[in-house]
Nanobody, 125 residues
Framework: QLQLVESGGGLVQPGGSLRLSCAAS????????IGWFRQAPGKEREGVSC????????NYADSVKGRFTISRDNAKNTVYLQMNSLKPEDTAVYYC??????????????????WGQGTQVTVSS
């Protein structure tokens, strides 16, 4: 059964860190680029970061550059999002999704054919 399952979300104080995981099953992760998105209440889903199949190329939204790091371990069928220096505006549901194609367009939600259910990240004091 095809699955993408996010985990690692939670409540953290401003300036804190979280590491999200995206565990894949039912397909070969190596064949796909993976993206992380987030959606805050009342806002559109936005691209956060993406990573190429091999992990050799990555992209980040300007709002998270220098604070978030995406990585992957294909042997473990898992993609990670390390989030440091978290801010209240990072509060959202975070989703991972898979796509094939150019990494340069990885912020476009219509490029993705399968999504996880999301994990809540709340940054608050």
């Amino acid at each position: 059964q095809l699955q993408l399952v996010e985990s690692g979300g939670g409540l953290v104080q401003p300036g804190g860190s979280l590491r999200l995981s995206c565990a894949a099953s039912g397909f070969i992760l190596d064949y796909y680029n993976i993206g992380w998105f987030r959606q805050a209440p009342g806002k559109e889903r936005e691209g956060v970061s993406c990573i190429s199949r091999s992990g050799g190329s990555t992209n980040y939204a300007d709002s998270v550059k220098g604070r978030f790091t995406i990585s992957r371990d294909n042997a473990k069928n898992t993609v990670y999002l390390q989030m440091n220096s978290l801010k209240p505006e990072d509060t959202a549901v975070y989703y991972c999704a898979r796509f094939r194609g150019l990494l340069s367009v990885c912020s476009l939600t219509n490029r993705y054919d399968y999504w996880g259910q999301g994990t809540q990240v709340t940054v608050s004091s």
